[in-house]
């Protein structure tokens, strides 16, 4: 039955785009109805599949927005200049039209409450997609793990999913910290700068508390945040990583 339900998993399905979220100028959110659905854990991602009317195929990996209990499936897609499957994604697709797609995989990079915490979630760019539904499946599930979010991105134009970042920081057991990089909005007095030792000493537990740490963005980004965190004195063994790379 379990290889059953891997194949299941891997089986290629068709969704049905439901709605299109502009959520930033370069990052849209796409809402599926999910017929056939297996279910998903809060940091998994799919694979979704484009084919041309020549029959070349480009495959693309995304992780899931929504949370597990959420009634439509949510991708959020950055728009990639190079990218092969981003602008179709970007520019083309409406409500209505059909996405393949394959999953949910992934099995480490995931929680769940009864992982517990405390929970530490730092982002970079569009890294804040499967954080965001670790957020969503605790707000869901009522649970009272603690959790910090440390988001970082280049302005305020670009800080994805922006509202719901508020609804989620004005929650109890939950810290939401923005640090902007590049350009800072008019009487901004939040921080200025990449992620560093004296702002992750700032945001993040003692390592005496042991938080559980997931960190998502670009590949440098991912390990210089993780490695900080060891240098800090954090346990390796409790800090998770899922890094985007270049497409192509």
Known sequence: MEGAALSGRLSWRTATV??????????????????????????????????????????????IAS????????????????????PYLFDGLRAGDLLEFRGPIGGYFVWTE???GPLLLIAGGSGIVPLRAMLRHRVVTRSAVPARLLYSARSMSEVIYKEELTQFAAREGITVALTLTRQWPDGWSGYRRRIDPELLREIAWSPSERPLAYICGPTAFVETAA?????????????RTERFGPTG
Do not use: C, F
């Open 18 to 63: 439901a709605g299109v979220i502009n959520e930033t100028p370069r990052v849209k959110s796409l809402v599926l109805e999910r017929p056939d659905w297996p279910g998903h854990l809060a940091g998994q991602h799919v694979d979704v599949r484009l084919t041309s009317e020549d029959g070349y195929q480009a495959e693309r990996s995304y992780s």
């Open 114 to 116: 009864s992982l517990g």
């Open 67 to 86: 949370a597990p209990e959420d009634e439509m499936l949510m991708l959020t897609v950055e728009r990639l200049e190079e990218g092969e499957v981003s």
């Open 227 to 239: 490695n900080t965190l060891v240098q800090l004195g954090h346990e390796p063994e409790r800090i």
